[in-house]
C-alpha cells in the first residue's frame, strides 16, 4: 500500500487496485479449483469461476497497461523515484 500511497495518478492507482483485487480472486478460485480435485461437479463449477477471475484479471491488467501506455504514469517511473535512480 505504500507504493500505491506515492502512485502520482489517480486513475493508475484505481486501475491497480482493480487489478490487485482481480488478481487475488484469480488467485483463491484456484486454490479452491486445487481443493477439488476428484469431486466433477464442484470441480467443474469451479473452473467456471476461475476462468471467469482469469478474464477479469486480463482485463483489469490490460486496462492497467493501456492507460501507462497513454499517460506515461508507469509504477516503474515511481520506483525510480523513490530509490534515487
Not at 491497480?16 to 478460485?29: K, R, S, V
Not at 479452491?32 to 461437479?41: I, K
Not at 467456471?48 to 490490460?62: N, T, Y
Request: hydrophobic residues 40%; glycine residues 4%; contains cysteine.
Amino acid at each position: 500500500m505504500l507504493l500505491l500511497s506515492r502512485m502520482g495518478c489517480p486513475a493508475a492507482q484505481a486501475l491497480f487496485e482493480d487489478y490487485a483485487q482481480a488478481a487475488m480472486e484469480h488467485f483463491e478460485a484456484t486454490d479452491t479449483l486445487s481443493n477439488l480435485v476428484g469431486q466433477h461437479g464442484l470441480f467443474e463449477e469451479q473452473k467456471e469461476d476461475v476462468e471467469r477471475a482469469h478474464e477479469k484479471c486480463s482485463a483489469a491488467r490490460l486496462a492497467l497497461e493501456q492507460h501507462w501506455a497513454q499517460h506515461s504514469c508507469h509504477i516503474s517511473e515511481e520506483l525510480k523515484l523513490q530509490s534515487g535512480s
